[in-house]
Nanobody, 124 residues
């Protein structure tokens, strides 16, 4: 298991940008695929983006494709989510998650470690 801590959330106007970071503890970060998920009030947690353990491949929800970019720095044990052209509907608590192995999925149940979340609020 890895311990995850997100940061970088905040309040931004529509059209603005934010960069979320997720710092992982442990020496085996490069053994985990990483994902970002989000949860708005009254809604289920949903997939946003994911990246393979080496950072070679990434996947995005249709709602964020072309606006968000996931990346990772295995030397720094950190995964990032660059969010551009933010919309009010992107408002949610954002969570990073780790899945042991090289491949990601879009299913929350496949991720064994979760951070505490960071709030993103986009005003119109």
């Amino acid at each position: 298991q890895v311990q995850l801590v997100e940061s970088g959330g905040g309040l931004v106007q529509a059209g603005g940008s934010l960069r979320l970071s997720c710092a992982a503890s442990g020496r085996t970060f490069s053994s985990y695929a990483m994902g970002w998920f989000r949860q708005a009030p009254g809604k289920e947690r949903e997939f946003v983006a994911a990246v393979t353990s080496r950072g070679t491949y990434a996947d995005y929800a249709d709602s964020v494709k072309g606006r968000f970019t996931i990346s990772r720095d295995n030397a720094e044990n950190t995964v990032y989510l660059q969010m551009n052209s933010l919309k009010p509907e992107d408002t949610a608590e954002y969570y990073c998650a780790a899945r042991y192995g090289s491949l990601y999925t879009r299913n929350t149940a496949d991720y064994g470690s979760w951070g505490q979340g960071t709030q993103v609020t986009v005003s119109s």
